[in-house]
């Protein structure tokens, strides 16, 4: 099976890169607001927080829908594993380091999570992002999300270079099932310490760095989608959820399979299906968000809304959403150490006067939407800009490195690895109920 996308059928999916992508950001707004929502209002409004469903699980359902959707297609499209990685690290790194970096130098003032481990095995998860899935928590609240994401970058790539990318239906029901049997018998990680983030760290430096240079570039490949693979269901901290999360990400490959007209929408039913019964037995839960009413209508609310602006994917959108799109990486990793930091400042504001928590919401809010705007401007638009720079230089300099049997090598750039695939925002674990402490 050759490794090039197939000719992209005249549809509205052929809409010029910028009205493709308009819809897509629009989505990661909305993603956004919902998942600043989710942490926003425990400690600001929490008389106007819903619990019939979960704002921060319907964010982060959004992102992996949009996540699933592009990237295995930017892959496709341009057909170079070395441009995509090199993009993806200058993509997600500088702003993730910054935040890291910014947490870490006001622990004085507002301490690291108690949970995350003051050791090696911190350092190598984190320098991986495979936080969540070796069971490391992360400094910032919001980049556990992160580790799924680098788990489905690794299983596409090896799928992709092996010439298996097409099957991403049945990839999506599998994991789906496996959502459901390992919610049945796993009680946690199988496998506990700090082995796992050494041993994925230095799986993940030695077989990127083969991945990027093209060295035995296929099998490094596959031996990082294995390990990826491994870590989901044997040392993560919620197995069933990282199963179903890779589930959802690759529902949302298939649903643009279909969408171009290269495979069927049955496996995206038959996924949903089997994600919304995944946590109602499992041996881990017991969080309200898994309720069967709220965990179904959270999904059915994401679901509906990626349907709803895929459906509007032609038209034009509020520029306002597709700004929110564009910073919503920014967004994401940055407002909850700065609600964190703005609530250390205030104090507890859940017993004040109501005109109060308005304006304190409303200044929060514009602090946050402030900070993202100069995060995205300064850090992640040089960040992506010299990533182009060195992928494009890449590719000049060292095409005999690439494997003869990809097709479509090149440095030719869409417009799609820009601004993209990384943001998937918090919202399950960090969870601030209506009697908890703030933290």
């Given at each position: 099976m050759s490794a090039a996308a197939p000719a992209?059928?005249?549809s509205p999916a052929c809409a010029p890169a910028v009205t493709r992508l308009a819809w897509l950001d629009a989505l990661r707004g909305i993603g956004a607001l919902a998942v600043v929502a989710e942490h926003l209002l425990p400690w600001f409004l929490p008389a106007l927080r819903p619990y019939w469903f979960s704002m921060g699980v319907y964010g982060i359902l959004v992102f992996f829908l949009v996540s699933g959707y592009i990237i295995p297609t930017s892959l496709e499209r341009h057909g170079d594993v070395r441009a995509f990685w090199i993009s993806r690290i200058f993509r997600?790194?500088?702003?993730?380091?910054?935040?890291?970096?910014?947490?870490?130098?006001?622990?004085?003032?507002?301490?690291?999570r108690g949970e995350v481990p003051r050791d090696a095995s911190a350092v190598a998860a984190h320098a991986t992002m495979l936080l969540d899935v070796v069971s490391v928590g992360g400094v910032a609240d919001t980049m556990w999300t992160l580790s799924y994401e680098m788990v489905f970058y690794l299983m596409v790539t090896a799928l992709f270079l092996v010439?298996?990318?097409e099957r991403s239906g049945l990839l999506s029901m599998a994991f789906a099932a496996a959502a459901v049997v390992v919610g049945l018998?796993?009680?946690g990680a199988v496998l506990v310490g700090g082995w796992p983030a050494y041993v994925s760290g230095a799986a993940f430096v030695a077989g990127l760095a083969c991945v990027i240079w093209g060295k035995a570039r296929t099998a490094a490949a596959c031996v990082l989608g294995l390990m990826a693979l491994a870590s989901l269901l044997l040392s993560s901290r919620v197995p069933w959820l990282g199963t179903a999360v890779l589930a959802v990400m690759f529902?949302?490959?298939?649903?643009?399979?279909?969408?171009?007209g290269t495979g069927g929408l049955w496996p995206v039913a038959v996924t949903t299906a089997l994600v919304a019964i995944a946590p109602l037995w499992a041996?881990?839960?017991g969080w309200w968000w898994v309720q069967a009413d709220v965990w179904l209508t959270t999904i059915a609310?994401?679901?509906?809304?990626f349907a709803g602006a895929m459906a509007l994917r032609g038209r034009r959108l509020p520029r306002v959403m597709v700004w929110l799109g564009l910073v919503s990486y920014s967004l994401y990793l940055v407002h909850h150490p700065l609600l964190k930091y703005f609530v250390e400042i205030t104090g507890d504001l859940r017993q004040a006067e109501l005109p109060l928590q308005l304006g304190m919401a409303a200044l929060a809010v514009a602090v946050v939407l402030g900070a993202s705007a100069l995060a995205y401007r300064y850090i992640e638009r040089p960040g992506q800009a010299l990533g182009r720079r060195v992928s494009g230089r890449n590719a000049r300099g060292l095409q005999s490195g690439a494997d003869p049997g990809v097709a479509g090598q090149g440095t030719r750039h869409d417009g799609v690895l820009g601004h993209e695939e990384g943001q998937v925002p918090d919202g399950v674990r960090d969870h601030v109920g209506q009697g908890d402490a703030l933290r």
């Open positions: 992209l059928p005249a997600l790194y500088p702003l993730y380091l910054s935040v890291i970096a910014l947490v870490l130098a006001l622990a004085w003032w507002v301490p690291v010439g298996a990318q018998v796993a009680p529902a949302g490959t298939a649903i643009h399979r279909w969408e171009r041996l881990e839960g609310l994401a679901g509906a809304t």
